[in-house]
C-alpha cells in the first residue's frame, strides 16, 4: 500500500467510525465515586479501631507512621482488594521519567501440597525493591548498583486499577536509593510540604493559634490535552514517537473565529469525557470541569483541590486513564505542549493554596484585605519567595517540549513575575507608602435586561499572561507544561514558600521578642518586603514587547529555553536553598541537573531523527513523484508541439532543491560528536538541530501545499484536527 492510500484510506476509516457500546449499568456518580479506593471511610469500616486512630493520626496529623499497625492494615487491605477481583498488588512509583512505574506481584504464594493460598504482610506493604539502576538517577546509582526501595506513602490512598483480564491493588510509594537519596518525584513532595508546614505554623502562633493543625499545600491543576483519531495517529511516526507533529502545514481555518472555545462539545469527544470521569470518579479523583478550549481538538479537565502530594499521584493517574479510555474511543490523547504548530499549545496550570482543616485556606483576602494581617503576611511570603526564587520555578518547568509553548499566545512568558490584581496591588502599594487603611470593594454589573439580576463583579480582572496569578483565593502558576508531572512545580513552590515563611517568622518573632509591638512589627515586614521584591509584581501585558525591556530593568530574569533555565538547579543559592530545608543534598541537585540535559539532549535527538527520517522517505519520495508527473507531462505536450507552462513545475523544484539541503545539513547537524559536558551537548542541540529541524519542514510544509492531494502521504492538520 502506497503512503497516499494510507492516508485515504484512514480518512475512510475515520468516516465509518462507530462508538463503543456502553457496558456499565445505570448509576449516579455519586453510587461509584471512590469505590475502588481504600479510603479512610473504607479502613474505619475494615480496621480496629486502635489502628484506624493511628492510621488516621498519620494522615490527617502527619503523625509518624506506627509500623506496629502494618500487618493489620495489610491484611485488611488484601481482604479488600480481593473482593473486588484483585489477584496482584503493585507497589507505583514515580521516577524521574515524568511517568508512572509499576512492580506487580501476586497474592497467592505456593504451599508444599500444590496449592496455595493469598498472602499479603505488613512488610510487604511497608516496602518492596524494584531495580534502581534502569531508571533517570543523574549518577546516584552506578549501572551495576541495582538496588533501590519502595516506601508506601500512607497520606495516598491504595485503589484497585481494573483490566478485562484481572484487577490489581495499587499502593501509591516513594522511590529512594540504597543510600537514602530520592529517585522519585513523590519524596521530595513530601519533604518539602514538612519543611512549608513548619514554618507556616510559626508564623499561625504569632497570630495567636497556639496548637494550629498540620498546614499542608493545596493543588488544583487543569489539564489540557488533545484528541486525534487512532487512524491518523498511526500514519504520522511524529506522532507515534515524538508526541508531536514535526511537518504540517497551517490549514486555511485554524482558530481564528474562536468557534471551538466553550463551543458545543463534540459526542464523540462527550462520550470519552463521560467514560473518563467514571473511571476517574471510582479511583477517587474529584473531575469537576469539562470543556472545549481553544484550538480545534484541544479540550481541558479540571479536578478539585487536593492535597498537593494526593493531587500528584491523581494526576499522573488521570493521564494514564485517558490514554487507555481514549483508545476504547478510537481516540489518541496527546499531552504534549505543542503537538501541532501554529495553533494554541496546552498547559497543566497549577493552582496552589495553602492551610489547614482548622482555618481553611490562609490565601484568603476576605472583604477587607487591608485590615487581614494573617493573609497579608502569607501573600507578602509569596511575592518575596517568587522574587528570590523565580530562576528555580522556571527551570521546575522547563522541558525540550514546553520550550515550544512558552511565550506564545497561549501561555505566559519565561520571566516569571507576579500578578496580584488591581485590588492587592493598591493595597501592597499603600503598605510601602506607610499602611494600608481601604481596599478597593467589589461592584456590579448591570446587565440591562429586565429579567436578569445584576452580577457581583471582583474587585480586579484575571491576566491570563502572567506566570503567577492571584485568582481570587489562591495562586495560579500558569507555567507547567500538559505533559510533565505537577510534582516538580509544586516541590520548588513549597521549598522557596518554606524560606519565605521561615523568614517571616523569625522577623516576627525577633521583633517582638526586642519589644515592638506586633502589629507594628507586621506592618514593617511588609513595607520591607514591598520594597526589597515589589518589582516582581507586574499586572501588564506580558505578551508585549515592552516587557522583557521592563523586566532587565526591574533585575528579573528570562531564561527563555530548558538550556537557559537547567544552571539555576546547581546554582549556589539552589543547593544551599534546599539543603537548609532537607528538601534536597547537593548530590540529588545535581542528579536533577544531570537528568534534566539528558531528557532534553534524548527529546531534540529522537525529533532530530525522525525529521530525517520521514523527510528522506516520505516526503521528499512523496515530492519526487509528483515532479516527475509534472516533467512527463511537459515532455508530453512538447512532443504534441504544444508549448508547455513550466511554472508549476518550477514552483515544486525550488522547495525540493531546499529540502535537499536541509535534509544534509540535518544530517551533518546530528552526526556532531557529543561533548563531555551534558550542557554544552544540549546548546549544540538548540543552536543547530533545532534550526536544521526548522528549515526541513519549512520546505516540507511548502511542498505539502503545492503536490497533489492524492500524493501527499500525511494526515494532514485539517484533517486531524477537525475530523473527529
Not at 493531587?311 to 485517558?322: G, N, P, Y
Not at 484575571?462 to 500558569?478: I, V, W
Not at 509544586?490 to 522557596?496: A, H, K, L, R, S
Amino acid at each position: 500500500m502506497t503512503g497516499n492510500n494510507v492516508r485515504l484510506q484512514a480518512i475512510k476509516d475515520v468516516e465509518a467510525y462507530v462508538p463503543p457500546t456502553p457496558i456499565h449499568p445505570e448509576e449516579t456518580p455519586g453510587d461509584i465515586f471512590g469505590e475502588n479506593v481504600f479510603s479512610i471511610s473504607v479502613m474505619q469500616r475494615r480496621l480496629p479501631k486502635t489502628v484506624f486512630k493511628s492510621v488516621l493520626a498519620t494522615i490527617e496529623r502527619s503523625e509518624p507512621l506506627d509500623p506496629l499497625v502494618a500487618d493489620a492494615v495489610a491484611s485488611a487491605m488484601k481482604d479488600w482488594a480481593m473482593e473486588k477481583g484483585a489477584t496482584h498488588y503493585a507497589h507505583v512509583f514515580y521516577p524521574l521519567t515524568g511517568l508512572t512505574a509499576e512492580k506487580h506481584d501476586s497474592f497467592l504464594d505456593p504451599v508444599g501440597d500444590g496449592t496455595a493460598f493469598a498472602s499479603f504482610s505488613g512488610k510487604t506493604l511497608i516496602q518492596g525493591e524494584p531495580d534502581a539502576s534502569s531508571f533517570p538517577n543523574g549518577g546516584l546509582r552506578n549501572t551495576f548498583e541495582a538496588r533501590g526501595y519502595t516506601g508506601w506513602d500512607v497520606m495516598s490512598p491504595a485503589y484497585v486499577l481494573e483490566n478485562p483480564n484481572g484487577n490489581t491493588l495499587c499502593i501509591p510509594t516513594v522511590f529512594i536509593s540504597m543510600t537514602g537519596e530520592a529517585l522519585d518525584h513523590k519524596t521530595p513532595v513530601l519533604r518539602s510540604q514538612q519543611a512549608m508546614a513548619v514554618h507556616a505554623e510559626r508564623v499561625l502562633r504569632l497570630f495567636g493559634h497556639d496548637e494550629p493543625e498540620r498546614v499542608v499545600a493545596y493543588c488544583g491543576p487543569e489539564q489540557e490535552y488533545f484528541l486525534v483519531d487512532s487512524h491518523f495517529f498511526l500514519a504520522r511516526p511524529d506522532l507515534l514517537n515524538a508526541g508531536r507533529t514535526l511537518f504540517g502545514a497551517k490549514p486555511p481555518k485554524g482558530q481564528e473565529f474562536d468557534d471551538h472555545y466553550f463551543g458545543a462539545i463534540p459526542e464523540r469527544v462527550l462520550g470519552f469525557m463521560m467514560d473518563t470521569e467514571r473511571e476517574l470518579f471510582k479511583l477517587g479523583i474529584p473531575a469537576k470541569t469539562r470543556h472545549n478550549e481553544v484550538a480545534p481538538g484541544q479540550f481541558e479537565v479540571a479536578p478539585m483541590f487536593e492535597r498537593a502530594n494526593e493531587a500528584s499521584d491523581h494526576q499522573q493517574l488521570l493521564m494514564t486513564t485517558f490514554k487507555t479510555v481514549a483508545k476504547k474511543h478510537g481516540m489518541e490523547c496527546l499531552f504534549h505542549e505543542k503537538p501541532f504548530a501554529g495553533v494554541n499549545g496546552s498547559g497543566k496550570h497549577v493552582n496552589f493554596s495553602l492551610g489547614n482543616s482548622q482555618l481553611g485556606s490562609l490565601l484568603v483576602p476576605g472583604d477587607n484585605p487591608h485590615d487581614n494581617a494573617q493573609f497579608l503576611v502569607f501573600c507578602a511570603a509569596v511575592i518575596r519567595a517568587v522574587h528570590q526564587y523565580g530562576g528555580l520555578l522556571r527551570v521546575s518547568v522547563a522541558s525540550a517540549s514546553n520550550d515550544h509553548r512558552l511565550g506564545a499566545n497561549e501561555a505566559p512568558p519565561a520571566i516569571i513575575s507576579i500578578f496580584l490584581g488591581e485590588q492587592l496591588a493598591d493595597v501592597f502599594d499603600q503598605i510601602a507608602k506607610g499602611g494600608a487603611t481601604r481596599s478597593k470593594e467589589k461592584g456590579t454589573l448591570t446587565i440591562g435586561v429586565d429579567t436578569l439580576p445584576d452580577l457581583t463583579k471582583d474587585p480586579g480582572d484575571r491576566n491570563r499572561t502572567s506566570p503567577f496569578a492571584f485568582t481570587g483565593n489562591r495562586f495560579e502558576f500558569r507555567a507547567p507544561g500538559s505533559l510533565q508531572t505537577v510534582a516538580a512545580p509544586m516541590v520548588v513552590i513549597n521549598t522557596i514558600m518554606a524560606e519565605a515563611l521561615d523568614y517571616c517568622a523569625t522577623n516576627l518573632e525577633e521583633a517582638v521578642a526586642a519589644g515592638t509591638d506586633f502589629n507594628e512589627a507586621v506592618q514593617t515586614l511588609l513595607a520591607d518586603i514591598v520594597a526589597e521584591h515589589g518589582s516582581v509584581i507586574f499586572n501588564g501585558n506580558g505578551y508585549s514587547d515592552e516587557w522583557p525591556v521592563e523586566a532587565e530593568q526591574r533585575g528579573l530574569k528570562n531564561l527563555r529555553t530548558t538550556v537557559d533555565a537547567l544552571p539555576e538547579l546547581i546554582s549556589p543559592e539552589a543547593i544551599e536553598l534546599f539543603g537548609k530545608y532537607a528538601v534536597f543534598n547537593e548530590r540529588e541537585m545535581h542528579s536533577r541537573y544531570e537528568i534534566g540535559c539528558e531528557q532534553y539532549i534524548l527529546t531534540v535527538g529522537v525529533e532530530a531523527n525522525l525529521t530525517l527520517e520521514i523527510g528522506t522517505t516520505t516526503v521528499l519520495p512523496a515530492a519526487i513523484r509528483y515532479q516527475t508527473e509534472l516533467a512527463s507531462n511537459v515532455a508530453a505536450l512538447k512532443a504534441a508541439g504544444v508549448e508547455a507552462d513550466l511554472s508549476t513545475l518550477q514552483s515544486v523544484s525550488a522547495p525540493i532543491a531546499d529540502l535537499r539541503a536541509g535534509l544534509a545539513t540535518l544530517a551533518a547537524a546530528i552526526d556532531h560528536e557529543h561533548d563531555e559536558d551534558p550542557l554544552v551537548t544540549a546548546t549544540a542541540l538548540r543552536d543547530t538541530v533545532l534550526p536544521a529541524m526548522l528549515a526541513v519542514r519549512t520546505a516540507a510544509d511548502t511542498l505539502e501545499g503545492l503536490i497533489a492531494d492524492d500524493l501527499w502521504p500525511l494526515p494532514t492538520y485539517q484533517e486531524m484536527l477537525y475530523i473527529l
